[in-house]
């Protein structure tokens, strides 16, 4: 990104933003496929430290990280960035939007969620704000109603003035949760994760039974 910062033209970054307990192929179908769609630049992954809305207890913050890089390093497009994982408090979005635009002055912010994401994210600290520095992109997500997202995205919307696109991406019902209890059972995730990530998973001992 270092490359970027003394162009005049502005360039279009996407931001992935997520727990990635594990990073898994949604994740990157959806980033690949937005980033193509709307001819962005860079994705960004960017690994939450401390989410503070995540009740479960959640891996190693070096560990999520360490899974990202490897699962993006033959894309490149995609770079990984570790300053939420820097962090020692909890980690907000409006934090790393407001950091990002002050170390690069020239991106446009595109900030990819899924449609459970887009839903809650009133809960969010400074929403309003969060409206104001990037565009917002809700990708569909199995499981959660089309009808209700866009509701919800009419209403925040007049309410916040935000940016906000829905985007249809191909759908792959995983989650992060559904690969970890694969794990604990002793199931296979195999193309559910990139082989990569799932020999990490194995060398580190990852997300075994009762741990
Ligand atoms: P968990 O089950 O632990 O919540 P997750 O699969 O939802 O994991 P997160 O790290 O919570 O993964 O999500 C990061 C981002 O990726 C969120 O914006 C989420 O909505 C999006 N996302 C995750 N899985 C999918 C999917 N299958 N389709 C579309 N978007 C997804
Ligand atoms: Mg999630």
């Not at 994705?43 to 009740?55: A, E, Q, R």
């Amino acid at each position: 990104l270092k490359n970027f910062e003394n162009k005049s033209k502005n360039i279009k970054v996407g931001i992935m933003g997520g727990t990635f307990d594990p990073i898994h192929y949604a994740h990157l179908a959806t980033a690949e496929f937005i980033r193509d769609r709307y001819k962005l630049d860079k994705i960004l992954f960017i690994p939450s430290g401390t989410p503070p809305h995540k009740s479960q207890s959640i891996t190693n913050k070096f560990d999520r990280y360490n899974m990202v890089n490897i699962a993006t390093e033959n894309n490149d497009h995609f770079l990984v960035l570790d300053l939420e994982i820097k962090r020692n408090k909890k980690t907000y979005t409006i934090d790393t939007l407001k950091d990002l635009k002050k170390t690069y002055k020239n991106i446009e912010i595109y900030f990819i969620t899924g449609a459970d994401a887009i839903c809650d994210i009133e809960t969010w600290k400074d929403v309003e704000e969060n409206f104001k520095l990037a565009t917002f992109i809700a990708a569909t997500r199995p499981g959660i109603s089309l009808l209700k997202v866009q509701e919800k995205i009419a209403s925040l919307k007049v309410k916040y003035n935000a940016n906000i696109i829905d985007v249809y991406v191909p759908s792959l019902d995983i989650s992060s949760t559904y690969i970890r209890n694969q794990l604990k059972e002793n199931h296979s995730v195999r193309y559910l994760v990139p082989e990569n990530v799932e020999n990490y998973i194995k060398y580190k001992m990852l997300y075994r039974y009762g741990e």
